[in-house]
């Protein structure tokens, strides 16, 4: 259980009222959902998975071969959000 989760249950007993209880739940689907992205991200960045590929600007992995490959996507994506 990770500090997160200790947290997000102390705040399952102090919400008070339907407002505070629908906040909880879309909160609790955004984090699954986050949790599950990031396996997809640490499955395909994994130097041990031979099947899954990426096709990134050079530059950008140029650029973060120490960052990383969500240091790539984060160069490709600011590369695309200029290009219009």
């Known amino acids: ?18 407002e505070d209880a629908a906040l909880l739940v879309k909160a609790e689907d955004e984090l699954k959902e986050l949790r599950k992205d990031r396996a997809r991200l640490d499955w395909l960045a994994s130097t041990e998975q031979i099947i899954g590929n990426v096709m990134l600007p ?26 219009k």
Do not use: F, P, Q, Y
């Open 58 to 83: 050079t530059e950008c992995v140029e650029k973060n071969l120490d960052g990383g490959l969500r240091g790539m996507i984060d160069c490709a994506m600011s590369i695309s959000s200029n290009v």
């Open 1 to 18: 259980m990770s500090i997160l989760d200790i947290k997000m249950a102390g705040w399952k007993e102090s919400v008070t009222g339907l």
